[in-house]
């Protein structure tokens, strides 16, 4: 399975913000187990960073006032 960046970045690139998110919404809501539920909780959280500051990998604490 991929990890949550490359998973991320792979949706972000081909589909766009609106679209993987989406995507990735629907697999979240779709999960069958709580742990597939995290997993795409996170890519989503990535797909944001990946738009918001150009990478997934994000220490949020820098960013905050």
Known sequence: M???????TDLYLKHGLKKAN????????????PTESD?????INAITSLDIFGTA???YTQHIN
């Not at 997993?39 to 890519?43: G, P, Q, T």
């Open 57 to 59: 990998e994000v220490d």
């Open 39 to 43: 997993f795409w909780l996170h890519v």
């Open 2 to 8: 991929a990890t949550v960046i490359e998973t991320a």
């Open 22 to 33: 989406i995507i990735a919404f629907h697999n979240l809501q779709t999960a069958p187990e």
